[in-house]
């Protein structure tokens, strides 16, 4: 594999926008005890109809134990979805995965951060995280794309956003959180972004979605649905935890300018629930000294900001909840061009995340 010892900027390759033509998306079968319910058996069913409403769009590459290969390729028996053997801890390819970057000759290659599983010994979600912290290079060692390598620079591909025209959104809760880069101040964060993503504007949200267990990921509150528009979760409930979050993001999202120097649209999105797990669903999941326990007191962060788009699809999560067609209706209007596609979100809501999370999109080579 080649490490290159320069930086995407440098060498004329840029993010581009997830609505950008891609070559697959990537995705890692569930089975960890301590965070899946029954062993993950609920959430492989899960897995497994996110993989097959992506591959009708595009190709799926999954990735797998051993233990599990026989097991994921019969239930993922379809021509488009391939299955290759790597070891991971869990099963978050948006944070474990490469950040793809093209350029405009037709190359790809991919950002590879560094991975501490959502903060590491100061409120991270389990160890040890060794094998995720491969999933990036491996995934680049099979696609023989050059890698990219921000050692010792901690980022989650769930905690940004782009346009793909030179504007990041992010949150302070989390690339701000102490247990990410404390060695690096606001504006050295924003350098390692502006070189490894070719972007030039920063819109930090003060926090994301409440009781996010990844301090507050964007992906799960707020997303680019075009240049200069975007998504946000939201409620006018004044009793919901989420209200203030969703006030000050507006404050930030209303105020403003883009990289290219516009304002804003802000299109709103409600929130499910508020959702629980069930005391029985909590008390299928498996209890590790360190792992994240769940109890079904504490609020889900369930939102229907945490979608995918893919080659000519929105691939998002629904809850058997009242505003599940109020969601689909907004997503139909601000993706046109789109087909909408609701796959059922509770069984990896449960794990923590949800379909953005769970998913890594691959773009297709661009020339210009
Ligand atoms: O939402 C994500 N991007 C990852 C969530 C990890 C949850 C682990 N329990």
Redesign the pocket.
């Known amino acids: 594999m080649t490490t290159l010892t320069t930086t995407p900027r440098a060498d004329g390759f840029r993010m581009p926008a997830e609505w950008e033509s891609h070559s697959q998306t990537w995705m890692v079968w569930p089975e960890r005890p301590d965070?899946w319910r029954l062993g993950g058996k609920p959430a492989q069913a899960a897995f497994s109809a996110v993989a097959r409403a992506i591959a009708r769009f595009e190709p799926v590459t999954v990735c797998v134990s051993a233990g599990q290969y026989e097991n994921a390729r019969a239930r993922l028996d379809q021509a488009n979805i391939r299955l290759v053997e790597i070891s991971t801890d869990?099963a978050?390819v948006?944070?474990t995965g490469p950040t793809f970057v093209t350029n405009a000759s037709g190359e790809v290659r991919g950002v590879d951060w560094a991975f501490n599983a959502?903060g590491g010994f100061d409120g991270g979600?389990y160890a040890p995280w060794n094998r995720d912290e491969q999933v990036a290079s491996k995934i680049l060692e099979i696609e023989r794309s050059p890698r990219y390598h921000t050692a010792g620079f901690v980022l989650?591909g769930?905690s940004i956003h782009v346009d793909g025209e030179g504007t990041l959104i992010t949150t302070e809760e989390c690339l701000l959180n102490r247990n990410r880069n404390p060695h690096l101040s606001r504006e050295e964060i924003e350098e390692v972004l502006r070189e490894h993503l070719a972007i030039d504007t920063v819109i930090w949200l003060p926090d994301g979605l409440f009781n996010d267990?990844?301090d507050g990921?964007v992906d799960?509150f707020c997303c680019y649905v075009r240049p200069g528009e975007v998504l946000l979760a939201w409620t006018d409930d004044q009793n919901d935890p989420n209200y203030p979050r969703c006030q000050a993001a507006m404050r930030v999202l209303e105020s403003v300018r883009d990289a290219k120097g516009r304002q804003l649209v802000v299109h709103k999105m409600p929130i499910p629930g508020p959702l629980y797990a069930t005391a029985a669903e909590c008390a299928d999941v498996d209890l590790v000294a360190g792992s994240?326990e769940r109890s079904p007191e504490v609020r889900l962060a369930g939102s229907y900001v945490n979608f995918l788009i893919v080659n000519g699809g929105i691939i998002a999560p629904s809850f058997d909840d009242a505003k599940d067609e109020e969601a689909r209706a907004i997503l139909a209007r601000v993706f046109p061009e789109h087909e909408v596609v609701l796959v059922p979100g509770r069984e990896i809501l449960l794990?923590?995340?949800n379909i953005h999370?769970i998913t890594q999109q691959q773009p297709a080579p661009q020339q210009r």
């Open positions: 965070n869990d978050w948006r944070d959502w979600l989650e769930g267990e990844t990921h799960n994240q794990g923590g995340g999370c």
